[in-house]
Every structure is written in C-alpha cells, then in structure tokens.
C-alpha cells in the first residue's frame, strides 16, 4: 500500500503540477543517443553545479545524488531534454527526489500567483479527498526567496490504518518572466528533505 500511495503522488507531481510529459533519457550513459532526437537545450553542469539558461539560477547537485530520467547531459554539459519545460531533476531514491521546471504563461487564464495557489491547492485537495484509503494534509503559505516571490504548498500522506507519515511533498511555485518556475520536493526522510530544500533555498539567495 505504501509503495501505491507513492507512486501515485508522483505522478501526480509530474504530471498535475508541471504538465509534463515523460521523456526518453538517462543519466548521461546515452546522451551521445540524444543528437539523433528533438531536445531542447536549457542550461549546463559544470563542477556539480548545474547553471540555467531560461534565467539566473545556479544549483548545486548534492553529492551521491544521480540525475533523473528526463534529464540528460551531452558530453560538453549542456542539459537538454525532450520536454521543453523540463529543466532540472536529481534523487537519492525515487522517494526522496528533487524536480524542476520551467513553463510559459502565455495563454493560461490564471494571471496571478494567489490564483494559482488556490488552484493547486484545490486540485490536490480534490484528487487526495477521492482515496478512501490515505489521509493527507495540505497547507500553503506565502514566501520570499531571494528575489522572487513564491508560494509553497506542502501535502503530507499518511497510512489511513496506521496514521504512518508516508510521504511529504514541498512545492514552490513563482512567476517569473511571464513563466512559471515550479520546484518540487519529495521525501520520506526528514533529514533529505532538509538537505534539499536548504539547497533550493540557498541557490536564489546568493
């Protein structure tokens, strides 16, 4: 049950939060594959750091993390991906993860981040209500990091027989540039869950 409950907040992570699509990758073991497909190239690793080319921000991937999936690096660095809106994403596990990305605003009817707020957390109120089998909690709050103004919504899913914590999913949301830049946290142990978001934290306030 647990692993159920899991794999169904990511995926409502990747595919709810960020409209995303999968796309076909690896950790760099097949990125010579990638000339012969579509991608969009949005930033470079260098020295662990990973550096973004839709605006300023500049990361760092922890040590003994691995790249996700969808994001593969070409032999010079560059970050490309199928999916345009994918920027950046590395884990421990696939428990304990960090995502990022990257979206236009153009053409959205939603033209305020309080509006998007509420939205989102409608929309994981709505979805989490329908399984009778998993409590959760949902909260959210208003932030500034760096220069930016983010909000955060934070859904903890509990076991509904043992009220066991399962997962924690932390998601900051800002609009920049007519974008939406959406991070997304998840973790099943505290101590991952701080190491990551003290990193996110750290890489807009320098």
């Not at 939060?17 to 076909?24: M, N, P």
């Not at 949301?173 to 997304?184: G, K, M, R, T």
């Not at 101590?191 to 934290?201: A, D, P």
């Given at each position: 049950?647990?692993?159920?409950?899991?794999?169904?907040?990511l995926?409502?992570?990747?595919?709810?939060?960020?409209?995303?699509?999968?796309?076909?990758g690896s950790?760099?073991?097949?990125a010579?594959?990638?000339?012969?497909?579509?991608?969009?190239?949005?930033?470079?690793?260098?020295?662990?750091?990973y550096?973004?080319?839709?605006?300023?921000?500049?990361i760092?991937?922890?040590e003994?993390?691995?790249?996700?999936?969808?994001?593969?690096?070409?032999?010079?660095g560059?970050?490309?991906?199928?999916?345009?809106?994918?920027?950046?994403?590395?884990?421990?596990?696939?428990?304990?993860?960090?995502?990022?990305?990257?979206?236009?605003?153009?053409?959205?009817?939603?033209?305020?981040?309080?509006?998007?707020?509420?939205?989102?957390?409608?929309?994981?109120?709505?979805?989490y209500?329908?399984?009778?089998?998993?409590?959760?909690?949902?909260?959210?709050?208003?932030?500034?990091?760096?220069?930016?103004?983010?909000?955060?919504?934070?859904?903890?899913?509990?076991?509904?027989?043992?009220?066991?914590?399962l997962?924690?999913?932390?998601?900051?949301?800002?609009?920049?540039?007519?974008?939406?830049?959406?991070?997304?946290?998840?973790?099943?142990?505290?101590?991952i869950?701080?190491?990551?978001?003290?990193?996110?934290?750290?890489?807009?306030?320098?």
């Amino acid at each position: 049950m647990k692993l159920k409950f899991i794999s169904f907040l990511l995926i409502i992570a990747s595919n709810s939060i960020f409209s995303q699509e999968k796309v076909i990758g690896s950790n760099g073991t097949d990125a010579l594959n990638a000339s012969t497909i579509k991608v969009n190239p949005n930033g470079k690793i260098e020295n662990g750091t990973y550096s973004c080319l839709k605006f300023d921000w500049n990361i760092k991937i922890p040590e003994g993390y691995v790249l996700d999936a969808a994001t593969v690096v070409l032999p010079n660095g560059t970050v490309v991906s199928q999916n345009p809106t994918h920027l950046i994403g590395f884990e421990v596990d696939k428990r304990n993860t960090f995502l990022s990305s990257f979206e236009s605003l153009a053409g959205s009817k939603i033209t305020s981040l309080e509006d998007h707020k509420n939205f989102i957390v409608k929309l994981f109120n709505d979805t989490y209500s329908k399984i009778e089998t998993l409590k959760f909690d949902v909260s959210s709050s208003n932030m500034r990091i760096g220069n930016y103004d983010f909000y955060k919504v934070q859904t903890r899913l509990y076991d509904s027989k043992t009220d066991e914590l399962l997962l924690t999913q932390d998601l900051y949301n800002s609009f920049i540039n007519n974008n939406l830049f959406s991070v997304n946290i998840n973790y099943n142990n505290p101590n991952i869950g701080k190491l990551l978001t003290e990193n996110f934290i750290s890489s807009l306030s320098n």
